[in-house]
């Protein structure tokens, strides 16, 4: 399983952005039945947040069009919702306690213990994530040079 970081949502739609071919191809891939593909409801909303948002997107989507989008991914074959179980509130307290994060990494933390609970590997361009202990990162570029490689 691989759960997905709003960072490869937000490449896989955005052309204008230096992932985009990357993050495009490992989800389409994935989705495509490659791999079990676990989507957060914090990452979807912070897709929906940030592709929406005028301030940070140049061409921002309407709502309806985000929406679609998360649809358009959660119907796919292999896409499945992770929720938190009952370790997750432990899980996410010794994630946030043993490197004192707090602020901007809540979230990240959050994605973290949710990976850690359903063992499986965060994919995602953001480096913060080597800041827990237990947890594993891909980058869609790595899985895909690695897929060719077989």
Known sequence: MRVVDANVLLYA????????????????RALDGEDNVGFTWNALLAF????????????????AAAMAQVHDWLAAPSAHVLNP??????????LLVTRGVAANLVNDAHLAAMAIEHHATIVSYDSDFDLFEGVRVNRPDDLLRNHRQR
Not at 85 to 94: N, Q, S
């Open 13 to 28: 739609v955005n052309p204008a952005t230096e992932h985009h071919t990357a993050s495009l191809a490992w989800l389409d």
């Open 48 to 63: 929906v947040r940030i592709s929406t948002n005028p301030r940070i997107m140049p061409s921002p989507a309407d709502p």
């Open 85 to 94: 179980g009952a370790r997750h509130p432990e899980i996410l307290e010794r």
